[in-house]
């Protein structure tokens, strides 16, 4: 799977706005869930340490719980939403697990979780059953060969990383922590031939996974800082870059300057890394993490409407499936013609 630079232009976009952001809300798309796990853990801790470590009493009685170290990531709560609600801006259990079903769900959000704030009362016998099941398809049916690799890192501020397997190579997109137990079950897939990372946020643990693979990694060059410099293919210019003939990475400057999505033309899956995602709020582009430029950003969305896709996978927040394309237009019209009246009396705030 090669990699060729501009290898096609992008459709120059025209896009025309529906009057209201309410098109979003009356939408009928899909917004979809996924299981998680984690474990219980008593290292020495300081006195702080060790009260950020119990139980948060928003926490229904049982034996899963979330600690005081949550940093509201919102992963448990799109894995498991079962289990798992938003109290107090942090996660709390609302409901213990009641069938396997559940309980699988709660431990590979417990597995999942980047701090380490889910535990449970009593250890759990069952972990090493929910570790095997990383990487996680996403849905077997619709998207075959697309799996969620699931142990979030911190480094990523709780990000997820994906994994497709591919006749021509798999592909990681951005970084999972590393562990060699999903490395080996990664391994058991085919490897790793490209690590693409989305921006310079969600690098994570890069350099551990391209030892263990020794797979090439891909980042624009605007992105690139010093724990990335040695990533062995930097993309210049704005695009786009084609790996083989399935996959298109689109530059989407904003919430970084180097952003960049990665489109899976056969399933027409739009991967977004921080550019855009799904919230328990709505569509969002998070402008307080902007490090870049909102406008640029918005502008970015925009240039995405003609694009062929009907899922979103984020890095951060819920997937989002649409019902066809022309619903999919019509949602990212609504948003960012929202975006565009809500700056457009203080262009301090846009670029």
Known sequence: ????????????????????FDKLKKSNFRVSTIPQVK?????????????????RPQNVDGDFFVDHTCIDCDTCR??????????GEMSAVYKQPTCEEDRLQALQALLSCPTNSIRTEVPPPDILEA?????????EKKLPGVYHCGYHSPKSYGASSYLIVHSDGNLLIDSPKFTERLARKIEEMGGVRYMFLTHKDDVADHGKWAKRFSCDRILHSADVE???????TKLDGSGPWWLGQDMMLIHTPGHTEGS??????????????DHLMMTESGLDIIEM????????????????LDLDFNWIIPGHGRRIQFKDVSEK?????????????????DKNKWY
Do not use: H
Request: aromatic share 12%.
């Open 1 to 20: 799977m090669a990699m060729a630079n501009k290898a096609i232009n992008l459709t120059s976009f025209t896009p025309t706005f529906p009057s209201s």
């Open 39 to 55: 474990a219980v853990q008593s290292p020495a801790e300081s006195d702080t340490g060790r009260w950020a470590r119990q139980r």
């Open 78 to 87: 799109w894995m498991a939403p079962q289990v798992f609600t938003r109290v």
């Open 131 to 139: 570790q095997k099941t990383f990487p996680i398809p996403i849905d």
């Open 226 to 232: 010093a724990c990335t410099a040695d990533v062995e």
């Open 260 to 273: 960049v999505c990665l489109f899976y033309k056969p399933l027409k899956i739009l991967f977004t890394g």
């Open 289 to 304: 993490y902007n490090r870049y430029s909102v406008g640029t950003q918005v502008d970015s969305v925009k240039k995405l």
């Open 329 to 345: 237009k019509a949602v990212l019209e609504a948003f960012v013609e929202e975006k565009y009246a809500q700056y457009s009396l």
